[in-house]
Structure formats: C-alpha cells, structure tokens
C-alpha cells in the first residue's frame, strides 16, 4: 500500500513536503508518480519518475514549481511543493505502476488547502 502525508493548510507562496511511504513491495521497480483531484474534476497527473529516477513530462501547472524525488532504500517518494497558490488546493495522491506486471497502486490521498 501507499500511504501520502505532509499535507495542510498553508498560506499562499508557501511551501509543502508531501511523502508517499510504501509498505508490502518495493518502489525500486515502479515508476511513482504524484496526481491531484479537486471535486467534480479529473485527476490530474503532476508529476513522475520512471523506476530509472527519469522524469516524466511535468504538468504545465505545476512546471517549475513541484518537484518529485525517490529515496529507494526508505521506500519513499516525496513532493516538494513550493509557492503554492489557491489552485493548488487538491487532494493530493500518489501512485506506483509496476515495471513487470503494469500494476497499479493508488494512495489515499492527502488534502492540501492553500488560503490566507
């Protein structure tokens, strides 16, 4: 499982680390990626790093801004979020798509709401 936390309320032009721990398998070999879903709305790819720590094409959105980072020995991946605006406001997801067999895993989610 994926378990995302870091998240909050923070003020506009501020800062969030978001974490994403697995448990029960090992990120090594999955690309990881970050996502985020306001309601009535898609979710939105954001961020990814192919289990070869390339990355993928970064959301416009989020493009200079949000950076993602794997620590595989801790079986983690991170996202730091750095001057976060009202947009940003989402629950914020992770997910890890296995190299071997394309399985997909989803996180929970956690909420991050930007507002002064």
């Known amino acids: 499982q994926l378990v995302e936390s870091g998240g909050g309320l923070v003020q506009p032009g501020g800062s969030l680390l978001l974490s994403c721990a697995a448990s029960?398998?090992?990120?090594?070999?999955?690309?990881m990626s970050w996502h985020r879903q306001v309601p009535g709305k898609a979710r939105e790819f954001l961020v990814g790093?192919?289990?070869?720590?390339?990355?993928?094409k970064t959301a416009d959105s989020v493009k200079g801004r949000f950076t993602i980072s794997r620590d595989n020995p801790k079986n983690t991946v991170y996202l730091q979020m750095n001057i976060l605006q009202p947009e940003d406001t989402a629950v914020y997801y992770c997910?890890?798509?296995?190299?071997?067999?394309?399985?997909?895993?989803w996180g929970r989610g956690t909420q991050v709401t930007v507002s002064s």
């Open positions: 997910r890890a798509v296995s190299d071997f067999t394309n399985h997909s895993t």
């Open positions: 790093l192919t289990s070869a720590n390339r990355n993928m």
């Open positions: 029960g398998f090992n990120i090594s070999g999955h690309a």
